[in-house]
């Protein structure tokens, strides 16, 4: 989920298929324990695997193991098999003294002579501590290495302190100072949990786009440029060259860059699609025809994306862009021969919620959809600090439920809750 931003509305005439996709190679066979793919379906141990998932960024940011411990459990007793949080977490030097004293979670600290790694206790031991207690309720874990956002020290970061003030988002998947710090950084990742069965996949960022929530874009990084699939190229080589078994995806939204991007109506006149168009920066079906990377992922938030959906004047509603929208996605993952995983999705408001998700769900059981991921998991009856502790942003736990950032769905909403389980 990003924080905030402003794009077009849309319209899915037809599909074109603008750039030429590769075949992917075979990985080698991988050990017993770790999932692979097998054309558009993931595998386990020789049978087919396919899942319901859930979104969790802040379990690494728990400092009460037992609650980490009960999510999870709570998790698995609901048939979740794969949960998506994040891989870092960084700050600047001078937010050092309210990290300490607020007991938050940190792997980088960065300053002017670029970035210092935790494995301190307040550090790497606690996302070490996710991934062991995953493992004892048979989860798996995405992890994803940076954002795209401003959120818990984001690519932003890399450019403010090696790029300099100035500097365009963009920067950041061009720049080789930055691209080597980042590289460091996932090696430290990769590394440490290589051999381990309980990471589902590696995932080079989250939402890569031109811009970000603080900075622009530069011209260079324009629809057609290729900036960000090339930097998705070798940033997934590199991860493969670490290691030969886990799966690696983008993380990105699944934004198409089509030859003949959709129009829709805004405010009585036909406006070309952000989601289409190219502008965000990323091309869907070439990245997806990418050697390593080995299943595709895309994001889903109509809603938020195009509030004139459902009001007067639009032709169209969020339940119907988010049906054509996972449509749009399985028939490429079908031509490409991967599979596809909806990582992300969300509506606001629980009558919404009810409303619209058994639709989506069923369109995407329909399309064979590998995985699903809502965003994102609510967890009640947290303990840590009395049940009431605020992390960063607006993400805290409030009388013992996890962040509620409008897309929450708590276990007790099971008007929702049970169109998952
Ligand atoms: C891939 O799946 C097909 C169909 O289920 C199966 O026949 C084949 O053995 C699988 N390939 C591997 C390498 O497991
Ligand atoms: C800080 O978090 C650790 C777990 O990482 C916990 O053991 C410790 O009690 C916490 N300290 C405070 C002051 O809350
Ligand atoms: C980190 O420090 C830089 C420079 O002072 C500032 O621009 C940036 O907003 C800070 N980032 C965060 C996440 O605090
Ligand atoms: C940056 O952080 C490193 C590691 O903590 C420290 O050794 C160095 O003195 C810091 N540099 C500046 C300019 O603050
Ligand atoms: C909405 O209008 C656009 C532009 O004319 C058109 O392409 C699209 O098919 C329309 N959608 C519906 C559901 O009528
Ligand atoms: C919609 O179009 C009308 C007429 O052109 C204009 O006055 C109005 O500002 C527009 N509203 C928005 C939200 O763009
Ligand atoms: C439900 O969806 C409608 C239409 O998108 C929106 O206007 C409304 O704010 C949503 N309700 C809540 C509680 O978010
Ligand atoms: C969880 O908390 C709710 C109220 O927030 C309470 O009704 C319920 O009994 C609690 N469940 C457990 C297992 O403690
Ligand atoms: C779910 O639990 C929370 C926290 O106890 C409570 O505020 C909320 O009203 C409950 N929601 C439902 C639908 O029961």
Redesign the pocket.
């Given at each position: 989920m990003r924080s905030v931003l402003a794009v077009s509305l849309f319209g899915l005439a037809g599909l074109t298929f603008a750039s030429p996709l590769q075949s992917h190679s075979?990985r080698s066979?991988v050990p017993s324990g770790f999932v692979t793919t097998?054309?558009t379906?993931f595998?386990l141990d020789?049978e087919?695997f396919a899942f319901v998932g859930t979104n969790s960024f802040w379990l690494p940011l728990l400092t009460s193991e037992d609650d980490v411990h009960m999510t999870l459990e709570t998790m698995a007793a609901a048939g979740v098999e794969v949960v998506r949080t994040w891989g870092f977490n960084a700050i600047n030097a001078s937010e050092l003294e309210f990290a300490t004293s607020t007991n938050l979670t940190y792997y980088q600290v960065w300053n002017s002579s670029g970035w210092t790694l935790n494995e301190g206790p307040q550090g790497l031991q606690r996302l070490d501590y996710v991934v062991s207690a995953a493992a004892m309720h048979d989860i798996r874990l995405i992890i994803t290495f940076t954002n795209n956002w401003v959120g818990y020290g984001g690519a932003d970061l890399y450019v403010n302190w090696l790029a300099g003030a100035g500097a365009t988002h963009d920067t950041f998947f061009t720049d080789p100072t930055i691209i080597s710090s980042y590289q460091q950084y996932v090696q430290t990742i990769v590394n440490r949990y290589k051999d381990s069965p309980t990471v589902f996949a590696w995932e080079l960022m989250n939402e890569a786009r031109c811009t970000s929530d603080l900075l622009a874009s530069s011209a260079a990084c324009h629809p057609g440029s290729g900036t960000l699939g090339l930097w998705y190229q070798q940033q997934s080589d590199y991860v493969r060259s670490l290691d030969p078994y886990h799966m690696i995806t983008t993380g990105g939204e699944g934004e198409f860059y089509w030859a003949q991007p959709d129009e829709y109506w805004y405010n009585g006149t036909l406006v070309s699609d952000y989601n289409f168009n190219g502008e965000a920066g990323e091309d869907f079906e070439w990245t997806l025809g990418l050697p390593n990377i080995d299943f595709g992922v895309y994001h889903m938030y109509p809603q938020t994306w195009y509030p004139e959906l459902d009001y007067p004047g639009s032709n169209f509603s969020v339940e119907e862009w988010g049906l054509d929208w996972i449509e749009a996605h399985a028939l490429t993952a079908q031509m490409v021969g991967k599979p596809i995983v909806i990582e992300e999705f969300g509506a606001t408001g629980l009558d919404n919620k009810t409303a619209i998700y058994p639709a989506w769900v069923q369109r995407t059981l329909d399309t064979n959809h590998a995985g699903i991921m809502w965003w994102q998991w609510g967890q009640l009856n947290l303990t840590e600090d009395g049940g009431n502790q605020a992390f960063k942003y607006t993400d805290a736990i409030v009388n013992g439920a996890s962040p509620n950032d409008g897309f929450t769905v708590y276990t007790n909403q099971t008007s929702v809750f049970d169109v998952f389980t």
């Open positions: 075979e066979e097998n054309g379906s595998q020789g087919p």
